[in-house]
C-alpha cells in the first residue's frame, strides 16, 4: 500500500470522527489503567458496568487498596478473569503508591512495570491519558493492519512498528482509535461489512467484494 492511499484512508475516518474517543468510561489516568487493566480479554460494556459501580467509591490507589480482595472481587465479579485481575489491580496499587506518588506514571517502562500491564495496556494509557502517538496494537487493530494492507506484520509489535512508520504524521495521534473502532464495527473479524465500509475501494483485502 503506498502512501497516497494511507493518507486518504485516514482522511476518510478523520472526516467521518474528527474526534475520535476510547469507548472506556473513565475520568482520570487512574480510572483510564484500571479499566484498560480489566478491559484485556474482556468487553468495554462489561469494564464500565463494573467501574460504574466501583469508581464512585473507590477512584484512588489508596482507596482501591482498602477495599481488599473479597470486596473488590464482588465489583469485578462480572468481568472475565476477575480474580486474576483483582489480584493485578491491588497489587499496582500498592505500587503506585510506594514508588509513584500514587500517579500513573507517564513512561512505557514503568507502566510496563505495573502487574496486569503489558505493551499494548501502556499504550493505551500513554496515547489516551497523555497525548503521545502511540498504537496498541489489539485484535482490531492487528486484523485490519493486515487485512488492509495498511502495515503487514507476523505478530503485533510487528505491525505496531509498520503503523507508526507508514500512518501520516497528522493523524498518529488518533489513528489508535479509529482503527479500533472501524474494526469493531465495520471490518470486524468473520465477515467484513466492506459494502458499508467508507475505506472499500482503497483496501486491499482479496475478499472483499465476496463479503468473506
Not at 478491559?39 to 462489561?46: E, F, L, R, V, Y
Not at 470486596?71 to 469485578?76: D, I, Q, R
Not at 487485512?147 to 509489535?157: E, F, I, S, Y
Not at 497528522?170 to 489508535?176: I, K, T, V, Y
Request: hydrophobic share 40%; glycine share 6%.
Amino acid at each position: 500500500m503506498n502512501k497516497t492511499k494511507r493518507t486518504e484512508i485516514f482522511r476518510r475516518l478523520r472526516e467521518q470522527n474528527p474526534n475520535p474517543k476510547t469507548e472506556l468510561v473513565y475520568a482520570t489516568p487512574f480510572e483510564l489503567l484500571i479499566s484498560v487493566i480489566l478491559s484485556a480479554q474482556a468487553t468495554d460494556i462489561s469494564v464500565n458496568k463494573a467501574t460504574a459501580k466501583l469508581f464512585p467509591v473507590a477512584n484512588t490507589p489508596e482507596a482501591i487498596l482498602a477495599l481488599g480482595s473479597a470486596t473488590l472481587k464482588s465489583y469485578l465479579s462480572t468481568i472475565g478473569l476477575y480474580n486474576a485481575k483483582t489480584a493485578n489491580v491491588l497489587k499496582t496499587c500498592k505500587l503506585l503508591i510506594e514508588k509513584h506518588n500514587s500517579k500513573v506514571p507517564e513512561d512505557r517502562d514503568a507502566l510496563e512495570a505495573l502487574p496486569g500491564v503489558g505493551r499494548k495496556t501502556a499504550s493505551v494509557v500513554l496515547n489516551t491519558a497523555f497525548g503521545h502517538r502511540a498504537i496498541a496494537v489489539d485484535t482490531h487493530i492487528f486484523r485490519i493492519a493486515n487485512r488492509t494492507g495498511l502495515a503487514p506484520g507476523k505478530n503485533v509489535l510487528e505491525v505496531e512498528k509498520g503503523l507508526l512508520k507508514f500512518i501520516p504524521e497528522e493523524f498518529l495521534q488518533d489513528a489508535h482509535h479509529w482503527l479500533i473502532l472501524h474494526g469493531r464495527y465495520t471490518c470486524v473479524a468473520r465477515k467484513p461489512r466492506c459494502g458499508s465500509c467508507i475505506i472499500a475501494d482503497l483496501c486491499e483485502y482479496k475478499h472483499k467484494e465476496l463479503g468473506i
